[in-house]
């Protein structure tokens, strides 16, 4: 065994080569327990308001009371949730699950164009958004399936006065909550208040249950709905939970969840590793406000953080951060993109923790590697194998490279954690999976010895762009449809902060075509991640000799 995954002499101690996938009937089962051991701790912190996991509870059985009572929603039926980290969030998922349904999660950020494809091509019928997003659904709502809206404010679950106060400051002093009007749009606080009024009924759901359907590129192309199952979501919590054993305490964790729970890094890490521990998630609902943020951190005793490199990079830019207490912290965790050298020594020499670096993909629910805690210092690799995972390196004809430390290849992924398939998309799904069940990630990668894993280029076009996945296609499509565009290639440039930026390159077929305009053109058609920068004007782009553009020529002669 050893000899075909050789990271496992290179694990930390008490780390097991194995995890029980089966070891829980649900995420519900979870939940269930980490609720009757750890009642009257905290769960979740909100702007000062906090929630024990016994109010949790009543909460989330509440929503999930409405949905099936009130709205009749039956088993498997998909809702979604659009909203930042603020009290409702967790609410509203658990809530979903209990009720053995299927969370879609959405960008609150989405344009109206990107909200439309995510809600057509999940089939959702119900949607919670937050009253600062409202408008962008009431502008597609008419063109998708969704028959239910759950409205909320950001403020509504702080209670009296402070509720009504942010509500007040969000809406009138901030211009936050452009108007909008969407028919029979049902308050949160008034479903939670219908669904007390009856007891959800049992719904069995078992391990093998859709528990999200989460939007991304993938390898390639349009937005798709990785299919990630409940036994998906309960493994990679008991791989990286198993990870972090040697530095968390039981009940006595407090994380900073600064990621939104929308994306499948914190959901799983905070949401659910964290849950079991009995831990409470600091919820930070805008940590663009960095001096915001810093204020907030420097009320708790936090133990634990994850993040992005760009998260960390900016709080060690922001004036009041250094001052920060952090005799508490154990653990951070840094994923979704290649955290940066300069950014982990840092980090390390600030708050004197190191930053572990991890690695995984929302296939895989998503932890795939994880550095040991314990490390001194940052290694530039992405880490081992967490438990119950194999990986390998493949070259261009599938065949299996050796893990020398120099031979690089596809690195390509097996375990529990791996996603039952892109929904409906078949197609899409065996581009990705191949014959023997490894799943292909698009990451070139080489591994060593004692099991290491280092990725090094990106297989695909793909631009990581604070670790949210931008896919050229998307961005051409998107810019080639507008008037005085002739020809347009997107691709990433490499930026200090948000560790690449998308810069388009265009061919004019009006002369008059400025930058500003291709600018304000995104503006209103993309997410703010996925806009380009950069716009360059050129006669005419390379291309191969049957016409294709050649992406690799543009980006090479960027750096």
Known sequence: MSEQRPWLSSYPQGVPANIDPDA?????????????????????????????????????????????????????????IMMPNCLQQPIATFGVLRAGLTVVNVNPLYTARELKHQLTDSGASTIVVIDNFGHTLAEIIDE???????????????????????????????????AYQINGAVRFRDALA?????????????????AFLQYTGGTTGVAKGAVLTH???????????????GSVKEGEEIIITALPLYHIF???????????????????????????FVKELKKHKFTAFTGVNTLFNGLLNTPGFSDIDFTSLRLTLGGGMAVQRSVAERWKKTTGCTLAEAYGLTETSPAVCINPLDIPEYNGSIGLPVPSTDICI???????????GEAIGELCVKGPQVMDGY????????????????LHTGDMARIDPTGYAYIVDRKKDMILVSGFNVYPNEVEDVIAAMPGVAEVAAVGVVDEHSGE???????????????????????????????????????????????????????DEAK
């Open 501 to 555: 930026i998308v810069k388009v390159v265009i061919v004019k077929k009006d002369p008059a075509l400025t930058a500003d305009m291709v600018k304000a053109y995104a503006k209103e058609n993309l997410t703010g991640y996925k806009r380009p920068h950069i716009v360059e004007f050129r006669d005419e782009l390379p291309k191969t000799n049957v016409g294709k553009i050649l992406r690799r020529e543009l980006r």
């Open 194 to 210: 219908m669904g007390s009024r009856n007891t959800p009924p049992k719904v069995e759901v078992s391990n093998r249950d859709i």
């Open 24 to 80: 829980y009937a649900s995420i519900n089962d979870v939940a269930r327990q980490a609720i009757d051991k750890h009642r009257d701790r905290k769960a979740y912190h909100s702007m000062g308001k906090e929630l024990t996991y016994g109010e949790l509870d009543k909460l989330v059985d509440d929503f999930a009371s409405y949905l099936l009572n009130d709205l009749k929603l039956t088993k498997g039926d998909r809702v979604a």
């Open 266 to 292: 914190a959901m799983t890490a905070n949401g659910l590793v964290f849950m079991n521990l009995g831990a409470k998630n600091v919820l930070i609902t805008n940590p663009r406000d960095m001096p915001g």
């Open 423 to 438: 929904w409906k998309r078949d197609d899409e799904t065996a581009k990705v999976m191949d014959a023997q069940g490894w």
């Open 231 to 245: 036994r998906n979501l309960i493994a990679n919590m008991l791989q990286a939970g198993a990870w972090v054993s």
């Open 144 to 178: 998708t399936p969704v028959k239910h809206v759950i409205t909320t404010g950001l403020g509504d679950m702080l209670g009296g006065f402070k509720g009504s106060l942010v509500n007040f400051v969000v809406k009138h002093v901030k211009k936050m909550v452009p």
């Open 394 to 404: 493949k070259d261009e004809d599938g065949n299996t490279l050796p893990m020398d």
